[in-house]
């Protein structure tokens, strides 16, 4: 099998409390990680990204609170603000998964929990 450098990318809506982001993070990363075959070993970096709205929880913490099918101590993780855009839509965590990947697989953008919206054009087939 041979591997290279992939971008995968992700996003899914939240409500602002701990639970909810926690939840949804982690649903959100076990399904890239799952539906990609990656595993934590193939990972170069995770990023975050969040709304303004998002408030009591940096979803790079919520990760390594929650519970995943990976292990994520050794990811190196980032988070950041997203812009404000006037009309953009609100509470949305955005991640940007950076690994190597098997050359010969599709390759799978996950949007969830409202988030398809972002990307119609990427209707998932999982």
């Not at 939840?23 to 399904?31: A, G, P």
């Not at 170069?44 to 519970?67: E, W």
């Not at 697989?105 to 409202?114: A, D, S, T, V």
């Amino acid at each position: 099998m041979e591997k290279r450098v992939f971008a995968f990318r992700g996003a899914v809506c939240v409500e602002n409390t701990a639970e909810d982001i926690t939840k949804n993070v982690c649903l959100l990363c076990n399904e890239l990680f799952y539906h990609n075959h990656i595993e934590a070993d193939d990972v170069v970096s995770l990023q975050f990204s969040i709304t303004d709205d998002i408030t009591v929880l940096n979803p790079a913490t919520a990760l390594r609170r929650g519970k995943t099918n990976f292990d994520s101590s050794q990811i190196p993780l980032f988070c950041c603000q997203e812009a404000k855009i006037e009309g953009g839509m609100k509470q949305v965590v955005r991640v940007l998964l950076t690994a190597y990947a098997d050359m010969s697989l599709e390759r799978h953008n996950i949007y969830l929990n409202g988030a398809e919206k972002l990307r119609p054009d990427w209707k998932s087939k999982i």
